[in-house]
């Protein structure tokens, strides 16, 4: 038995690191989405795989400490964040106190990856909400060789890379995990597709999906934007939002509830309000899971404001902080089959006539 048997797979592979034989490989499927296989010629059965497995092994949950509402103090900090600044400043307080961060960065030419940052810096890498799944499989083995020597690590991720980082490293101590509330990955794959062809001609240096809380992806290199599209003509984002080209894991994700698995929880605070603020340059939500996330979270106070809210106002307008996103199993299959046929673009205007039109007559 191996994790050929793994149905709802999340692509963290955790699995890949853990083999002792190296003998798990990646492929992609017709979307983009890479899964792991294993090759049977070398596998000697021994089991790590599963035993490491997210997907074949039950998650501990945690009830909130506390439910917050955060935003930088510093005004460029956060313009230059997109949800108020508090990934970055727990980052920045990590690496302060002597420890690592990891987190998702573009990595040129066109990637998105856990990178590990040891310096502030580098903490710019992580900036920005990144709409596409990140690869993991290359940090793995550096953020356990961190903590085997002794060092304090931070990992930002999904709640599924989350849950992997938290099953590769036995001494939990000087680990520090911090997920996103995610609402489902689609593939870099599908994001590559979307953009015209010329474009990576240039040498791309940044991506940004959102300018705090406005939608509107750009490429950049160190001294000009290459490419740029507002909502209305971004098809990609369209499709995220329609939640048409996820992994199938994303659809019944066990981590989509209020009962969280790691130390903090963050996200935008959506439909945060109060009289003489301005909400729309990001704030961010933040839900203490456990005493070493109320801990680091308690020493940002030179960072960052923040206010204690409700779980129950968090849940509003978070609807992945109470279930999976909804499978609309027939567009999903429609987009499927027509995007190996007609590429990103044109599957998505025949799998989502209505949302195409709207946006082009409203233009």
């Known amino acids: 038995m191996n994790i050929n048997i793994i149905k709802t797979c999340t692509g963290c592979f955790a699995c890949k690191a853990a083999c002792p034989k190296s003998c798990i490989l990646i492929y992609e499927d017709n979307i983009g989405h890479r899964y792991p296989y294993v090759d049977i010629n070398n596998c000697v059965n021994c ?9 074949n092994n039950p998650v501990d949950t945690h009830d909130s400490m506390g439910v917050f509402a955060a935003w930088a103090i510093d005004e460029e900090e956060r313009e230059t964040s997109t949800s ?25 030419p066109f990637n998105v990856k856990h990178v590990r940052c040891a310096n502030i810096k580098d903490i710019k890498k992580l900036k920005g909400s990144k709409y596409v799944q990140s690869d993991t499989s290359e940090c793995w083995h550096l953020l356990k060789k ?33 997920d996103l509330i995610c609402h489902g990955v689609p593939s870099l794959s599908l994001l590559k597709d979307s953009i015209p062809k010329e474009v990576f001609k240039e040498d791309i240096s940044w991506m940004e999906f959102r300018k705090n809380t406005v939608y509107h992806f750009s490429l950049k290199n160190d001294t000009c934007t290459i490419f740029e599209r507002s909502l209305d003509r971004d098809w990609y984002m369209k499709a995220f939002f329609s939640a048409i080209d996820f992994r199938k894991s994303c659809y019944q994700c066990k981590y989509a509830q209020t009962m969280r698995t790691t130390d903090i929880t963050i996200g935008d605070f959506w439909g945060y309000h109060r009289n003489g603020f301005d909400e729309k340059k990001g704030v961010s939500l933040a839900i203490v899971n456990t005493i070493k996330g109320m801990k680091l979270f308690n020493s940002l106070d030179e960072y960052m404001m923040r206010e204690k809210r409700d779980l129950e106002e968090a849940r509003k307008e978070n609807s992945q902080l109470n279930s999976p996103v909804s499978n609309h199993k027939m567009r999903r299959k429609i987009f499927s089959f027509l995007y190996s046929l007609l590429g990103f673009n044109n599957a998505f205007m025949y799998t989502m006539p209505e949302v195409y039109l709207k946006n082009i007559l409203l233009r």
């Open 146 to 178: 961190d903590i085997k020597e002794g060092r304090d690590v931070l990992f930002i991720g999904t709640p599924c890379q989350t849950a992997a980082a938290q099953r590769l490293v036995k001494d939990r101590e000087k680990l520090i995990v911090v």
């Open 47 to 55: 089991g790590k795989c599963l035993e490491i497995c997210p997907e």
């Open 84 to 108: 108020g600044g508090l990934a970055s400043a727990l980052s920045r307080k990590m690496i302060l106190q002597g420890g690592i961060v990891y987190g998702a960065a573009f990595v040129s």
